[in-house]
């Protein structure tokens, strides 16, 4: 079985197999969306395929709508997309071993904004000035909402659009802006712009994007005044934030030999141009969450049939932060460091280490939920639950502690800082009593030493301030005794790092005792965790 229009019209074939397949009539959806589209979407990558693109065929399957997706990407449209008439296969991957397997055909248009045919420019084109257009939504990472390098200087696509105006663009967000000047021609259509990207507070990263853009061209004379209050005004251009969380990574080797004795023989690698990996299927965890801002001037897809939660903007946000702050990245943080330092490869293996797993409970339940953001509409302590019960422990899954260790001093402020901050604003709780923080934090201390608890040297993952902060343990050998206050004093003090003084919130001696007790002796890294977690 190869995966293409042709060949999936042996149901019986594919359905012998165990593959869910559309429930719908493909070819009478594509022309529903010729005709009138209703969503296009930018960023062909695994989490548009594994979930949004699966929200849209739940929603076709039900009879909820009868119009599909049209993807905007890359080189992945002409090598994967097209080749196989914009179908993908959805392999889930549960906890317990077993995997569901979805063919998706929601996806009925495929457009590679790469390519200069004006064919495609055109296409685009009218697909933006079309009256029923609701939705423009992305997945091209933070980065793709970026018009300036590290140095803050604008980057030369984007300067250069910004010189000629909205006539031939360059840049990712110059080409989407154009093609919004085209919409604001057409009599300043309504649409949502909305960004899927799993960063906080997407929908103003796009607005100050595409607003930057109007901006400029209107000082400039390029394009009409209007243009600018047009992309400004809510009622007309709205930027909803969302919170979207799912695990879709590269292809599993162990999920290809599942798929090929069942049959499915589309499984080859498909290298870009930038060294990512595609394939025809996907595999992705189970538990997914999509929560957006109910801001739609055009209306929208009624996607809440599919899972998808539709809210306010303040309360995308508390999601956002009890995700971020609380219940899942801190304890992913908390495993990264300590599994690289007891030579762990896996955050799945991680979970059946006693001690690590004891100690990201105790960070989410005990010193975390108090706390708590609570967004009302997810449950924190269920989202714990099965984080630590479904997710993590999930041998599918193959993320590493290493990975999850890259940036890692680009992250303590939220992931821990925040629930320090609230320890230390509220009278009834004593920051200074936390204990599974303090040690996290000396853990990462000691991680900066470059040796694991075997005093084996270990290679650290990349991080902007990794020269900085090493330099300062440097001196500190395993076997080491005593005081270690004038080398972590630099680190612990740094509010950039931990957004507080540890010392002025009376956290960093406790730190400075737990480091000694950690870089004590060979084995030391064990013994402190089985001291202190039970």
């Known amino acids: 079985m190869r995966l293409n229009e042709e060949t999936l019209k042996k149901t019986s074939l594919w359905e012998a197999a165990g593959f869910d397949l559309p429930q719908f009539d493909r070819?009478?959806?594509?022309?529903?969306?010729?005709?009138?589209?209703?969503?296009?979407?930018?960023?062909?990558?695994?989490?548009?395929?594994?979930?949004?693109?699966?929200?849209?065929?739940?929603?076709?399957?039900?009879?909820?709508?009868?119009?599909?997706?049209?993807?905007?990407?890359?080189?992945?449209i002409d090598k994967l997309y097209q080749p196989r008439d914009n179908l993908t296969a959805l392999v889930t991957i549960k906890a317990d071993g077993s995997i569901n397997k979805t063919v998706i055909g929601s996806i009925v248009?495929?457009?590679?904004?790469?390519?200069?045919?004006?064919?495609?420019w055109d296409r685009l084109k009218t697909i933006f000035t079309s009256e029923s257009l609701q939705m423009v939504s992305f997945t091209i990472t933070e980065k793709g909402y970026s018009l300036q390098d590290a140095k803050g200087e604008y980057l030369a696509s984007v300067a250069e659009d910004f010189k000629k105006g909205p006539k031939n663009p360059e840049s990712y967000m110059g080409k989407v802006a154009s093609l919004m000047y085209e919409r604001y021609q057409k009599g300043q259509q309504p649409v949502a712009l909305v960004s899927m990207d799993n960063c906080s507070h997407n929908g103003t990263k796009l607005y100050n994007a595409i607003s930057a853009f109007a901006a400029q061209w209107v000082k400039s004379g390029l394009v009409d005044a209007g243009f600018e209050t047009y992309i400004g005004n809510p009622s007309l251009v709205a930027f909803p934030w969302t919170m979207i969380d799912k695990i879709t990574p590269r292809p599993d080797p162990k999920i290809k030999e599942m798929l090929k004795k069942d049959g499915f023989e589309d499984l080859e690698d498909i290298v870009t141009s930038r060294n990512s990996f595609a394939s025809s299927f996907v595999n992705a965890e189970?538990?997914?969450?999509?929560?957006?801002?109910?801001?739609?001037?055009?209306g929208r897809p009624k996607l809440e049939e599919?899972?998808?939660?539709?809210?306010?903007?303040?309360?995308?946000?508390?999601?956002?932060?009890?995700?971020?702050?609380?219940?899942?990245?801190p304890l992913h943080t908390a495993l990264a460091i300590f599994g690289c330092l007891l030579g762990h490869t896996l955050i799945s293996q991680e979970m059946k280490d006693p001690e690590l797993k004891r100690l990201v409970e105790r960070i989410g339940y005990e010193e975390g939920l108090p706390v708590v953001v609570d967004p009302v509409i997810v449950n924190p302590k269920n989202f714990i639950d099965e984080v630590l019960q479904v997710r993590f422990p999930n041998p599918f899954m193959p993320d590493t502690p290493q990975r999850i260790a890259t940036d890692t001093s680009q992250k303590l402020s939220i992931r821990f800082g925040e629930t320090i901050k609230a320890y230390a604003s509220r009278s009834d709780l004593d920051v200074t009593g936390l204990q599974m923080i303090p040690l996290v934090l000396a853990g990462w201390c000691r991680y900066l030493m470059g040796v694991d608890d075997e005093g084996n040297a270990m290679e650290l993952s990349p991080d902007p301030l990794l020269e900085e902060v090493t330099a300062h343990v440097a001196s500190v050998h395993i076997g080491d005794q005593g005081d270690f206050h004038e080398q972590l004093q630099p680190i612990l003090s740094n509010k950039a790092v931990f957004g507080v003084n540890l010392y002025e919130v009376g956290l960093g001696s406790k730190v400075e005792e737990y480091f000694a007790e950690l870089v004590a002796h060979r084995g030391a890294v064990r013994a402190t965790l089985t001291k202190y977690v039970s």
């Not at 189970?286 to 055009?298: T, V």
Request: charged share 25%; with cysteine; hydrophobic share 40%.
């Open 27 to 76: 070819d009478q959806v594509r022309k529903n969306t010729a005709k009138n589209p209703g969503w296009i979407h930018f960023g062909a990558g695994n989490i548009f395929r594994a979930l949004i693109a699966h929200a849209q065929q739940t929603m076709l399957n039900k009879g909820a709508d009868d119009k599909g997706i049209i993807v905007v990407g890359g080189e992945v």
């Open 109 to 120: 248009e495929s457009l590679n904004m790469d390519d200069q045919q004006d064919e495609i």
């Open 286 to 298: 189970e538990p997914e969450y999509l929560i957006i801002e109910d801001a739609f001037p055009n």
């Open 306 to 329: 599919a899972g998808v939660i539709f809210t306010q903007k303040e309360t995308v946000d508390k999601v956002e932060k009890m995700k971020v702050c609380t219940c899942l990245n």
